[in-house]
């Protein structure tokens, strides 16, 4: 179950150059992504109206997209334009279009009621696309319902134990209890872990400083979308970030997390990582960028184990803790979302064509 | 849903030399196919009526099969011989056999109600065994529902879209409305495209004229047993060929194609295309197969592709279009047929042992 | 369906080394193996309880196993003695512990009502671990339902057939009836071949006489657990071997056969064949070991390939004939053993805590 009045991202902008077409299955639908000559976006449902080929085995005709099984044409907003060996088309013949919106090197897409689709309702990702932060874009394919992935960014108490020697390093993270907040349509997080002996492990090496650190993670799970951005970093120790006082040696991170559903079982990760110290150094963003990727792999091969596992278990009820709280909350904005689509008559498939 | 109550072509003839058995799934049933000394073809269930063990594992001893696990013996009619350390056999030890017919290089076979199967029923492919008539024996195993295979045999505009390149070559092929009619338990078609500027593209190179020409393909798609029989050709233009005239450098062929479902979503395809002229140049023969060939690997890609995109598409409607008239003739000839066999007491699976 | 209040064999002695973890899959379960520092053996459901990740990606410290998860952590009891952030830990947090014996150079676990799990209901296999006998312990996977296999160490006719180069090598095998008798919990059987011109194929080269042979094979399935345990052997003819008198020359065997179902269409086939004559001689060990396993494949295949067709049948009945007088006798013992299960409120999974 998926909520369908939302902004995913679809794709990154560079994976879409001028000529091509790409097709990527988002929330059970395949969907196709094209630019017509202006560089508007179009996404189309993959699926000729006629016999269901799919529009990504046809061809580009200037801003159209013709069927190659027996060459129904299709406009960008996928009204069929052509229907061969007759004037006009015969009914029902469109296909479906989704509203999009390319920002922050990214491409949005709504794939429920277009008469709701505002772009106001996009988070704000601005850092992955700010000169002052260096970033590069990522992926990641994952074999797990996202709501697993959610479950696992809901509650970071599992850096001490997953990324014990990447990303966490400490188990101070553990038996921190982080202030947790509902904020609109969004979960709220803020952990600080003060006086710390050392930074975490995938920053050796790269560090501006030397001796104790103060250590944070400030972020919002944006539930519609779900899409986390996150104020992250580690200072001397004692040098007031916790009150609001960055001073220029602090290792500042600025990140965006977009997981997209692509069907009940597999979901796409899109994400950045930016670091706003040394931000010039190219090298430093791809050294940064592999240690932080190898971090989020550890988080994978748990979650698609621990996703084979739910499979294996029927009715068999998980047990709650303490640090369950983050997760349990992210857990009823969802399922309170999609029961109000599901009041409002949106099914999760098949909506009307807009 | 499978008609049963049909000649299917269950195997090329010289797919069984005289020692060998052949185990090959059809209509959702694994069939052990076997010649007796006296060269009789018999088709059993692959399947022992004991413990189900594939008699394809047993051997032959003379003119029966013995199930190598347990040691039951069956002759060419499925009847049980022997049941080692008894006298006689266990009653219902019999397993079922199916009616052949071996004729046009093909091994025929009857799934339904052996009471009805007349010989005189299959129809008639003897181009295929016709010495003035150059072919070879091909075969293409599909990942598709039957249906869809006849769906686009049953509308040739396709031509223009999914063989652009190789058998079709003409965008006259979409424009133009065939004559459609239903003879029997057929569907008859009628196409012309008169002063075309230049041949099909496959038969570039091998062309025994220059200039316009008038095209055709005349063809019945039998409904029981999915066999299309096809007169086409290409003439120079204005040489009468419509009105019956087939001049002597006329291209003409005559093809068979003949899908025979293997389960519900996967299929045999046995095909061949003669060609009447230079019919003794055994290389044009192979060169003219492999290109057609070709062309018939562009409709498995897109038929396989189509499946998915069904099977990911639940209870959606396809939309009608005016190129569907023999399609949607075809759909209803065989939904009618299977409705008769039910109405019958005939389930698709599991008749009574011959 | 299994029957759960059984011993069944979960691993050989040697695949679980003092400080390893060991999961392997049965009855449906992943188990998690670990020995603790006294060398006792711990049995787990491999499934934190939290957010069921498996506790094999978690790592042992001293007799406890940490979820490299969340941080929780369980002793050798699945009792769940800490929980990161907390003093104490949450309700419910303790995962499933079984009860194991280690005998016989093998771990035996019991997965139904830890009340019941009486050590003395192990069968008697002290012919695996007794120095006067030679094996090597030995493992095949089956993708197959354990009650296929059954089956076929319930009727031996097979060996004439499947068998028919290797174990077997004679027709008097399906032609003679063996004795068949229930006691208790076992299918007994005893099978003679008195005066058969020669051995097995399998002992060619190996033996120790010349001439005639007298064979037998007398052993129990017994049912819950499914562990035969089987006296078997060759005798020059006429030296009184079935009256109990087996000469130095006789070829002794004895065998423990294990079966434990992985899932409802996968199994664990452990085994042993131990020799009595010459079990000083390691290279025979080997070469004798390899030529039954050699047989063992052959069940394998036939047995796969059963299951395969089985699947393809829906509800067709298969036919019984005279030898399936063992089989039918052991699929009762099984039916009855789950259904009484089934009426004291026993699940085929989910089991209270123990």
Redesign the interface.
């Known amino acids: 179950m998926f909520i369908r009045n939302a902004w995913y991202v679809g794709a990154w902008s560079h994976e879409l150059a001028s000529e091509e077409m790409l097709s990527r299955r988002l929330l059970g639908e395949?969907i196709l992504f094209f630019r017509t000559a202006t560089g508007r976006m179009s996404a189309l449902r993959d699926?000729c109206?006629?016999?269901?080929?799919?529009l990504s085995?046809g061809r580009r005709e200037g801003d159209c997209i013709?069927?190659?099984?027996?060459?129904?044409m299709f406009d960008a907003d996928g009204k069929c334009v052509e229907?061969?060996?007759?004037s006009g088309?015969?009914?029902?013949?469109d296909v479906r279009s989704y509203p999009t919106v390319e920002r922050y090197k990214q491409i949005w897409i709504w794939m429920g009621d277009s008469t709701l689709a505002d772009p106001g309702l996009i988070p704000d990702c601005r850092f992955q696309d700010d000169p002052d932060w260096a970033s590069i874009p990522a992926y990641i394919h994952y074999n797990a319902d996202y709501r697993l992935i959610l479950?696992n960014l809901l509650?970071f108490?599992?850096l001490?134990?997953?990324h014990?020697k990447t990303l966490g390093g400490s188990?101070t993270i553990?038996?921190?209890?982080p202030r947790v907040e509902r904020v609109g349509d969004s979960v709220r997080f803020a952990r600080w872990y003060m006086n710390e002996p050392e930074i975490a492990p995938y920053l050796r090496g790269f560090n501006t400083f030397d001796g104790p650190v103060d250590r944070w993670q400030i972020y919002e799970m944006h539930i519609p979308g779900n899409v986390l951005t996150m104020d992250s970093g580690s200072a001397p120790a004692g040098t007031g970030a916790r009150n609001g006082h960055r001073v220029p040696e602090a290792m500042q991170f600025r990140s965006v997390q977009a997981i997209t559903p692509e069907d009940d079982q597999s979901s796409h990760y899109f994400w950045t990582y930016a670091h706003g110290f040394n931000a010039k150094d190219q090298e430093l963003t791809h050294k940064l960028t592999d240690r932080i990727a190898e971090g989020f792999e550890e988080d994978r091969?748990?979650i698609e184990?621990?996703q084979r596992?739910?499979n294996?278990?029927?009715n068999?009820?998980?047990?709650?803790?303490?640090?369950d709280n983050g997760l349990a909350l992210g857990r009823r904005m969802i399922e309170g979302r999609i029961a109000s689509e599901i009041r409002a008559g949106q099914t999760t498939?098949?909506m009307s064509v807009a």
Chains 1, 2, 3 share one sequence.
């Not at 088309?89 to 013949?93: F, R």
């Not at 553990?174 to 209890?177: M, N």
């Open positions: 395949n699926r109206s006629h016999r269901f080929a799919p085995l013709r069927c190659m099984y027996h060459g129904l229907e061969p060996g007759r088309v015969s009914p029902n013949t479950d509650d108490s599992h001490a134990f997953v014990e188990t553990a038996q921190t209890r091969r748990m184990a621990q596992a739910i294996d278990s029927g068999d009820q998980m047990a709650f803790i303490l640090a498939k098949g």
